[in-house]
């Protein structure tokens, strides 16, 4: 293969993304522009352009900046990770948000617990289960779907919930920490992430980065990973060819759980500190949308991350200095994802090839859901 | 009489440099069934596109009727009469074939409301004028492929089309449904329509057509009436070469028995039961073939046999062993290669490298995998694996890092059996080996089939050619309604007395 061609291949691959970004910040500015006109303030055109240089100058403007941005960035690589792995499979890992409080709350319980202990154990212990518990949550959905065809997206979005309101019931009557007016779970202690350098950037965004090209050589230089994406891409040919797709999905799935569970560890213990009852979990659905936007590949799940943490890192700033709401980088995110899925609109307006082979992460969706093909090959000869 | 269809000098250079069509003369007259016969990817489908307005051609005319015309798009074709007959159907499943027939031209009553009775009737009035033995309100998924494609041909001659085209159209037919068709076309052409016919086996051209165009590289290299030419003489204009239609083996030399199947019984997906209590042996060093029309449960026979698919009871053993409780991969492990019917559904993952797919079988074993668990891929063991079997069994592709998806049918097919025919190989599965495949590759892949009985292989063939099944084999075994009726030594294998087996399950 030509270099011309390979990077015209490259450039097929990040185009849609990269333009839905650029087509989301302009209908958003749209918005902003004609939100402007029902303020005191009156009709500003110019409003988005001081916006979004805020914005930036919050996501990168200063060092403190950019650790806010690498700090909301971590969860998202590990929750982007944990989709993108299950999209290989072929599954659609909607339960991030439920792997996400999972790890959250073992790690929180764990710290707590080895709050006085010698720190690196600590924090050690306290990730392990966090990642545990995320595979727990992982493997559920995994089981079930390989042992009866339960389809993973409904499981998963089921589970969410069940995961939610169990950890609510189990703080508040289990773990709850005496001497507070509220239920949550005690101090974590030794068991907080250190951090590294500057106000905040702690230890976690280190282990998201090396789970990073971890899982990319899993997926490219293991018989593991081989049978992953086998079965994500062609899972009739997987069975044919003696793979057992119902192995891979449940082990697929725990791993993704694992990975969720560790972006709720490390969310836990680097900066919520303790774990109460109705705490965010946003990092679930936006994970999902940094494995889209990130192409499912590891780099771009970073990317993506990145992205995606800036917008919430300097949206405070937006908000301060131009009175422009946070709310915007809802609307932003749901555009970028509502053109990613549109991808079609979006090769049509600029012109773009799709790139060659490989499936997309829209087919992924859409295929995974009642395909007989699937069907059939997920069930084992009885 | 005027050409219904003439096109002149028509020339197609891809971006790609490819050549698809280099000045291709082709014409059909009314009435006339006129065979287009070439290799996979010698430019057929290339020139019906450009009839059918799906590709411009760089240079040459089109005339219909005598008259010059220029083709925007497949709309535009029809208009004129065209009418196209794919080889995937283009069919709603859940639809009836009065709805798929009446699709975009639907006949509505007052308030735009479709008229469904008026509908029905007049597409049951034009399947028996065809001769059709089709219901209006049938959905296209309860039907045979074979009564699926006369609802394409429906379609085509609903809409007005004069001159059909129809591309590789027994490619997915039984023997059965292959004649019925021939005689459809034979009773169009009659009514005076122009038929093309596209194809690359030479005993359907020789058969159906009143003239046969060979096409080779995108060129026009002959064209023959089929009286005065020879299957040989066809198979060489459109190779190239000299090919050997009849495959040249020695003896069998039978040793001990590899696959030895008891009272085996298989349900199929539905849970009746299609294999119905079989016993066979499979010897080493021999061919068994299986004949049958298509659905008397060879599929499942096949299926039980490499284990996608449980036994309801029997038992088999290779090499003495039960493995009718074994997975797949205990399967393989012992020696059990296969080759699917679906080489695109369920030999290959189309999206992966050539590399990739030559290992699917064998990834996780010495030399492919190493480490503890065996656990690492040995990319350049892989590699080094893929550039000796693309040399040794000459599958065309530019590279081995190529996706799988770029190569012609018949190179897809050359990849599964590079991957299958391993050295330690005991007992070879194949199902359909050559469907759709033009005659190099068919005789490529027979020659390794005899090899690969000479070194001392089993080998169990299923075959909707019956042909084929009657030329490779040294045992045939007749299948009937999931059982078989009737085994026998190749020599005494009769055409006549095999076929009648099949039709009736019974020799008188």
């Known amino acids: ?382 | 009489m005027a050409a219904a269809l003439a096109m002149r000098g028509v020339t197609k250079r891809y971006a790609t440099g490819t050549l698809a069509n280099e000045a291709v003369d082709f014409d059909v007259r009314p009435g006339e069934i006129h065979a287009l016969l070439g290799e996979n990817g010698a430019g057929k489908s290339t020139l019906m596109n450009i009839l059918y307005g799906l590709v411009a051609p760089d240079s040459g005319e089109i005339a219909i009727d005598g008259l010059p015309v220029t083709i925007a798009d497949p709309a535009d074709a029809i208009a004129r009469g065209i009418g196209m007959v794919h080889q995937h159907f283009m069919l709603v499943p859940v639809l009836t074939v009065a709805e798929n027939v009446m699709l975009g031209r639907e006949i509505v009553g007052p308030a735009q409301i479709v008229d469904r009775t008026e509908g029905g009737r007049r597409v049951r009035a034009l399947a028996e004028r065809l001769g059709f033995d089709l219901r209006p309100d049938a959905r296209i998924e309860q039907l045979s492929v074979g009564q699926q494609q006369r609802v394409e041909i429906l379609k085509a001659v609903y809409r007005g089309a004069r001159i059909l085209v129809l591309d590789e159209p027994t490619a997915v037919l039984t023997p059965q449904e292959t004649s019925e068709i021939f005689a459809v076309l034979r009773r169009l052409a009659g009514e005076g329509a122009a038929i093309v016919f596209i194809s690359h086996k030479l005993d359907e051209v020789q058969a159906v057509a009143d003239r046969i165009t060979v096409i080779r590289r995108g060129r026009v290299v002959g064209e023959r009436r089929p009286g005065q030419t020879t299957t040989s003489e066809l198979a060489e204009l459109m190779v190239g070469r000299t090919v050997s239609l009849r495959v040249d083996r020695g003896r069998s030399r039978a040793g001990d028995a590899r696959l030895e199947i008891r009272a085996l019984r298989v349900a199929d997906g539905r849970g009746h039961e299609a294999v119905r209590s079989v016993d066979l042996v499979v010897r080493s060093g021999e061919i068994l073939g299986i004949a049958g029309v298509a659905g008397n449960g060879q599929e499942q026979l096949v299926e039980a046999i490499v284990g996608l698919r449980r036994a309801t009871s029997g038992t088999m053993r290779i090499d003495g062993r039960d493995v009718t409780k074994g997975s797949i991969r205990q399967r393989r492990d012992r020696g059990l290669a296969y080759v699917p019917a679906d080489r695109q559904r369920a030999g290959l993952v189309l999206s992966f490298p050539v590399y990739d797919n030559l290992v699917l079988t064998r990834y996780d074993h010495a030399p492919f995998a190493r480490g503890f668990g065996r656990i690492l891929r040995d990319r350049s063991a892989i590699q080094a694996s893929a550039r000796r079997l693309i040399e040794r069994f000459d599958v065309r592709t530019s590279s081995a890092a190529v996706d799988a998806g770029t190569l012609s049918g018949g190179n897809q097919q050359k990849l599964i059996v590079a991957r299958e025919f391993r050295a330690d190989l005991r007992l070879l599965v194949l199902d359909q080996p050559t469907r759709g495949l033009d005659v190099g590759s068919i005789e490529f892949i027979h020659r390794q089939v005899v090899a690969q009985r000479d070194e001392g292989a089993a080998i169990l063939l299923v075959s909707a050619e019956l042909d084929e099944v009657l030329q490779l084999s040294d045992r045939v075994a007749v299948m009937y309604r999931g059982r078989i009726v009737g085994t026998f030594a190749a020599a005494d294998a009769g055409r006549d007395r095999v076929g009648r087996l099949m039709a009736t399950g019974s020799a008188t």
């Open chain 1, 1 to 382: 293969m030509t270099l011309a061609r390979r990077t015209l291949d490259g450039w097929r691959l990040v185009a849609v993304p990269a333009l839905s970004i650029l087509l989301a910040l302009a209908l958003a500015a749209a918005v902003i522009v004609v939100s402007s006109a029902f303020t005191p303030g009156g009709l500003d055109v110019l409003l988005p352009v001081r916006a979004y240089s805020s914005l930036a100058a919050g996501a990168f403007g200063s060092p403190t900046a950019i650790g806010n941005t690498l700090v909301g960035a971590a969860p998202l690589v590990l929750g982007g990770l944990s989709v993108a792995l299950a999209f290989k499979a072929g599954l659609f890992n909607i339960g991030v948000a439920g792997q996400f409080l999972a790890g959250a709350f073992a790690a929180a319980v764990m710290g707590a617990w080895a709050a006085a202990a010698f720190a690196p154990l600590a924090v050690a212990a306290a990730l392990i289960a966090g990642a545990v518990a995320g595979g727990v949550i992982g493997f559920i959905p995994g089981f079930l779907k390989a042992r009866t065809g339960a389809h993973e997206v409904v499981t998963t979005i089921m589970l969410n919930n069940a995961a939610a309101l169990l950890l609510t019931w189990a703080v508040t009557d289990l773990v709850r920490a005496p001497g507070f007016s509220f239920p949550r779970t005690g101090d974590i202690g030794n068991a907080a992430l250190p951090v590294l350098a500057g106000r905040n950037l702690h230890l976690g965004i280190l282990l998201a980065l090396i789970a990073v090209p971890a899982v990319a050589w899993m997926l490219d230089r293991t018989t593991i990973g081989f049978e992953i994406r086998s079965v994500g891409a062609n899972p009739v040919a997987a069975r044919y060819s003696g793979m057992r797709p119902v192995l891979v999905t449940a082990l697929t799935m725990t791993l993704a759980g694992v990975l969720g569970g560790m972006a709720g560890a490390i969310q836990m213990l680097g900066v919520i500190g303790f774990y109460a009852p109705g705490i965010t979990a946003s990092v679930g659905f936006d994970s999902i949308a940094v494995a889209l936007v990130g192409r499912s590949d590891p780099v771009g799940v970073v990317l993506a991350a990145v992205l995606f943490g800036a917008f919430r890192a300097g949206a405070p700033l937006m908000q301060i200095e131009t009175s422009v709401p946070v709310e915007v980088i809802d609307i932003i995110q749901a555009l970028v994802i509502l053109f990613l899925a549109a991808d079609v609109l979006v090769r049509r307006v600029f012109r773009i090839r799709r790139a060659r082979g490989g499936l997309g992460e829209p087919e992924t969706v859409t295929r995974s859901w009642s395909s007989p093909e699937v069907a059939t090959a997920a069930a084992e000869p009885r």
